[in-house]
């Protein structure tokens, strides 16, 4: 039995032309600087989640994509929303003083 494909399509975000004149005019020179910030954030231990961050929302900052983080699509076709809650600070601080840092 074949599969058939899933299209999600989603309008919350820019149109095709509104995405590339902002590319043409602003994003290209932007994205490399939002690069290079996050490059240089990645170096310091302090700047790294930071770093990390920008260099995730790349694809926003140079297209104005939207963000498409926390879908999945089952194979019935139900586009299903993951909301994956983080443990509480204290236990991920404990967790990284007691085994995060070595391992």
């Known amino acids: ?11 919350d975000g820019a149109g095709l ?31 790294l989640p930071l770093g990390l961050f920008m260099l995730n929302r790349m694809p926003q900052i140079a297209t104005l994509k939207p963000s498409r983080a926390g879908l999945m699509v089952t194979p019935t076709g139900q586009v299903v929303h993951l909301d994956v809650p983080q443990a509480p600070f204290l236990l991920r601080a404990i967790y990284f003083l007691l085994i995060g840092w070595w391992f």
């Open 1 to 11: 039995m074949q599969t058939q494909p899933v299209v999600i399509q989603r309008g």
């Open 17 to 47: 032309l509104i995405r590339a004149i902002y590319f043409v005019l602003f994003g290209w020179w932007f994205s490399a600087i939002w690069a290079i910030v996050a490059w240089v954030l990645c170096i310091t231990i302090i700047g």
